[in-house]
């Protein structure tokens, strides 16, 4: 399959694609790159003739933490480039749930933000015990765009603006109760708990896999176009350039070798 920056794609059971966000370093933060590639992928595993589900996972103790704060730096007071690349998330986010096969999130460790966002997309959702999941975005003055129209129609409105307007993290179980996770493994069970659905619905005839997934996902993108420009706007207020500036800010400060001026 073709080599991407920010994913590894293997095959590791007849008829099913490995998909790891391979970021490990940034605990898979989701920059441009990664967004653009996202789209590449789930196009390729749709034109794959021997691919008939897809398993979505995170590279070491992360499956995302979300958006990359320095990517947004760089956009700052860059109204048309904001617009372009929220436009460019929905559309990375909104092309999983496109996706022609299945896609089951395997959810390891952190999945803030972003992240959160992404486990939305997925069709299935399988955690790890350890697995913890936010909307971090009112902690740096946003809101998560995409999710805040997925999130009422996954968990219910009450378990959105929870997340949402707060910040909170919760744990795997929590998010079992809250409908945004199916079921919740071991850590060390996960993956393969994830692979044996995949078998599952590797199984069945493609045809009434890929029609059930469409019908299941029809009409969801209403309210999209006003959450975009929304969350453009919040992109050009002042407190998030000094969210984002105190966020850099303290990690430069956490990662400062000790002795240093």
């Known amino acids: 399959?073709?080599?991407?920056?920010?994913?590894?794609?293997?095959?590791?059971?007849?008829?099913?694609?490995?998909?790891?966000?391979?970021?490990?370093?940034?605990?898979?933060?989701?920059?441009?790159?990664?967004?653009?590639?996202?789209?590449?992928?789930?196009?390729?595993?749709s034109a794959a003739p021997d691919v008939r589900a897809a398993v979505l996972t995170g590279a070491g103790r992360a499956f995302s933490a979300?958006?990359?704060?320095?990517?947004?730096?760089?956009?700052?007071?860059?109204?048309?480039?904001?617009r372009t690349h929220n436009r460019l998330v929905f559309d990375a986010f909104s092309a999983v749930e496109r996706c022609t096969v299945p896609v089951?999130?395997?959810?390891?460790?952190?999945?803030?933000?972003?992240?959160?966002?992404?486990?939305l997309a997925c069709d299935v959702v399988l955690a790890g015990r350890?697995?913890?999941?936010?909307?971090?975005?009112?902690?740096?003055?946003l809101m998560p765009g995409w999710g805040i129209i997925r999130g009422p129609e996954v968990m219910g409105r009450h378990w959105t603006r929870l997340l949402a307007l707060t910040g909170?993290?919760?744990?795997?179980?929590?998010?079992?109760?809250?409908?945004?996770?199916?079921e919740v493994h071991p850590d060390d069970e996960l993956l393969d708990a994830a692979l044996d659905l995949a078998v599952e619905m590797v199984e069945l005839p493609p045809l009434a896999v890929e029609v059930g997934?469409?019908?299941?996902?029809?009409?969801?993108?209403?309210?999209?176009?006003?959450?975009?420009?929304?969350?453009?706007?919040?992109?050009?207020?002042?407190?998030?350039?000094?969210r984002v500036a105190a966020f850099r800010a303290q990690r430069r400060h956490r990662t400062r070798p000790e002795g240093s001026g």
């Open 1 to 45: 399959m073709t080599a991407f920056e920010r994913f590894a794609v293997t095959r590791p059971r007849p008829g099913v694609a490995l998909v790891t966000i391979d970021r490990a370093d940034k605990l898979n933060a989701m920059d441009p790159v990664f967004f653009r590639e996202l789209i590449e992928v789930t196009a390729v595993l």
């Open 213 to 242: 997934k469409v019908f299941a996902n029809r009409g969801t993108t209403d309210g999209f176009g006003e959450a975009l420009e929304a969350t453009a706007l919040l992109f050009t207020t002042p407190e998030h350039k000094e």
């Open 130 to 141: 350890s697995a913890s999941f936010a909307f971090k975005e009112a902690t740096v003055g």
């Open 66 to 82: 979300g958006g990359d704060i320095d990517s947004f730096h760089a956009m700052e007071g860059d109204t048309a480039r904001i």
């Open 104 to 119: 089951i999130g395997a959810i390891n460790g952190i999945a803030y933000g972003g992240g959160t966002e992404l486990t």
């Open 168 to 182: 909170r993290t919760i744990d795997a179980a929590t998010a079992h109760r809250a409908g945004l996770v199916q």
